[in-house]
């Protein structure tokens, strides 16, 4: 038999109904301080502090299980497959980390991450990580664009040449800058 809640408060106020402190398993979400001490009263028994801290917190993600005198805290976004939007987020970080491996491993650098608490921080370096990447792409395209405009300059002042021929010698004065 299960009961199914969308709320910790919704299955307190049945508790005539339900009878779940003789339940064998009792997984709730997070709960707000006032739960938790009814919870606590209808048991009979106390929650420890550190694990009343974890289920109070607000978007911590974290779940509560008990099963007859044992409590597990775990957070939701482990059971795969149970959230779409968080397969889509972790297939997205795992190709991301193929490509943070391919350029670490090339210029010897590393970027560490573990765990799914740190998908935040992922998310974050990701974002910068594509920030550079797109003004790398832009510097380089006006390099490009800079590079053309000396060209055509060049092709000007010293007469009839090619393109190729003038981006060849432009190519040609940054090396010597360097």
Not at 74 to 90: D, I
Not at 170 to 175: A, D, I, T, W, Y
Request: glycine share 8%; proline share 3%; net charge positive.
């Amino acid at each position: 038999m299960a009961y199914l809640y969308g709320s910790a408060d919704g299955m307190l106020n049945t508790d005539g109904f339900n009878m779940f402190p003789r339940a064998s398993y009792t997984i709730l979400g997070p709960m707000d301080a006032d739960a938790v001490g009814v919870y606590q009263q209808l048991l009979n028994s106390t929650i420890p502090m550190d694990l009343a801290r974890l289920v109070t917190t607000h978007n911590s993600g974290a779940s509560y299980l008990r099963r007859g005198a044992t409590n597990v805290v775990f957070e939701t976004n482990l059971a795969l497959g149970v959230n779409p939007y968080m397969k889509k987020r972790r297939a997205t970080e795992a190709q991301r980390g193929k490509k943070r491996f391919k350029r670490d491993s090339h210029y010897g650098g590393g970027t560490v991450t573990t765990g799914t608490a740190d998908l935040d921080v992922v998310a974050m370096q990701a974002r910068a990580e594509h920030r550079e990447e797109r003004l790398g792409e832009k510097s380089t395209r006006k390099k490009e664009e800079l590079a053309a405009v000396e060209a055509k300059e060049l092709a000007a002042k010293k007469g009839p040449q090619t393109v190729e021929e003038g981006l060849a010698a432009v190519e040609k004065k940054h090396l010597a800058k360097r």
